[in-house]
């Protein structure tokens, strides 16, 4: 079964704080995103991994840096979280886009508040 | 950029009735791929269905089907028959046949009353 699996599944932080939500996925995907999820805006992409130490940046990278050492495993970073970035983080995979609409599978979130 | 709309943030139906999520897009691509998820009040997103921009027949899956309508950019769910699990918040997205990255809509919080 596919699985992807996000550390934590609850956080509380201070601001200020450095935080990191680890993510790893078991079905050696290419693909890793992380993407930001708040009432009535959906789904923001933050950043992208396409292989190993590459990244991109997606819609919203301000305050937020990402790791990627190892293909199975994604790593966000905020360097001072801050109250604006209280929310859900959801991260997910998908294989590289070699074939036609590879679907992407999701990690069960990390819900973070910042105080 | 791709810009994908839900403009239905809330919708109910009765048990075992039908219910119809819309989702519109925008788009200059001509080949690409839609697709629905469901996230469960569990948070975990899967995957509902999904649609072949080249390909003009309808995807179902079970209970689920959509309406394609590549002039209109449009892409609605149907579901049929609902039950209480459907009850979740549905969201349409959007990846092109070019592109790694999957473009979502805002959602649709859908809820089933008995």
């Known amino acids: 079964d596919v699985k992807v699996t996000q550390s934590s599944r609850y956080l509380v932080k201070r601001t200020g704080e450095k935080v990191f939500l680890e993510c790893v996925q078991d079905?050696?995907?290419?693909?890793m995103f992380w993407y930001r999820q708040d009432p009535g805006l959906g789904l923001r992409l933050i950043y992208f991994?396409?292989?190993?130490?590459?990244?991109e940046k997606g819609d919203i990278p301000e305050g937020y840096s990402v790791s990627r050492e190892k293909k199975e495993r994604f790593s966000l970073i905020l360097e001072s979280a801050s109250t604006n970035q209280t929310s859900m983080y959801l991260c997910?995979?998908?294989?590289?886009?070699?074939?036609?609409?590879?679907?992407?599978?999701f990690g069960e979130g990390s819900w973070l508040t910042v105080v | 950029a791709q810009t994908v709309t839900q403009s239905q943030p809330e919708m109910s139906v009765q048990e075992a009735e039908t219910v119809t999520l819309s989702c519109t897009y925008d788009?200059?691509?001509?080949?690409?791929?839609l697709f629905w998820y469901k996230q469960p009040p569990s948070r975990q997103m899967i995957l509902v269905i999904r649609?072949?921009?080249?390909?003009?027949q309808n995807a179902t899956e079970n209970r689920f089907s959509v309406n394609f309508q590549k002039a209109a950019k449009s892409f609605s769910l149907k579901i049929s028959d609902s039950q209480l699990g459907d009850a979740a918040m549905y969201f349409c997205?959007?990846?092109?046949?070019?592109?790694?990255?999957?473009?979502f809509g805002p959602g649709t919080r859908l809820s089933v009353l008995p």
């Open positions: 997205a959007y990846r092109s046949s070019y592109g790694q990255n999957f473009v």
């Open positions: 997910a995979s998908s294989e590289a886009h070699r074939s036609s609409g590879n679907t992407i599978y």
């Open positions: 991994s396409y292989d190993v130490k590459m990244k």
């Open positions: 649609q072949e921009a080249y390909k003009q």
């Open positions: 079905m050696d995907h290419e693909n």
């Open positions: 788009t200059s691509e001509s080949d690409y791929y």
